[in-house]
């Protein structure tokens, strides 16, 4: 019996970069680190990560290198951010916000890098101080808690 795989598409901010993503990713998630947080300009980032075959880009990807391990990539015309690629591990990370138009569900799992977090989210969802251990993590989790002076960030 064959397996139909799903394809999802997605484009950045201008559409000079497009992306196709193949099958189901492999976890989802928020990350909350300050790296994430500095690269979107955001308090926190929602991540899809996809083995690195499954992901085609199409259009001029701008490569940012402060990481070695982890290659931040925006489109190089509009800056929009695409996608984090985990050269060495062989994962994509495609943020999936760039798919979203393209019938795939998001479905977090967890937060990472609670403990850096600018904001509170109350969402029933783990929260990771780091990350857990299947994804390099200590897998120590953290308490939902709506603190005022992060809700104010
Ligand atoms: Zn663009
Ligand atoms: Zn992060």
């Known amino acids: 019996m ?24 492999f976890a989802q998630g928020y990350c909350h680190c300050k790296s994430c947080r500095a690269f979107h300009g955001a308090p926190f980032i929602a991540w899809s990560v996809w083995p690195s075959d499954a992901v085609s880009v199409e259009g001029d990807l701008r490569k940012t290198d ?43 799992t967890m937060h990472k890098y609670y403990a850096d977090r600018a904001m509170d989210v109350i969402d029933g969802v783990p929260k990771f101080e780091d990350g857990p251990v299947e994804l390099g993590g200590s897998g120590v989790t953290l308490p939902e808690t709506r603190d005022p002076v992060r809700q104010a960030v």
């Open 2 to 25: 064959s397996e139909i795989e799903n394809i999802y598409t997605g484009q950045c901010y201008c559409g000079a970069t497009k992306v196709t993503v193949k099958g189901e990713p």
């Open 66 to 108: 402060k990481n070695p391990a982890l290659a931040r990539s925006t489109c190089a015309s509009c800056g929009g951010k695409m996608m984090g690629i985990l050269k060495e591990a062989g994962f994509t990370v495609v943020f999936p916000n760039v798919l979203a138009d393209s019938g795939l569900t998001f479905a977090p």
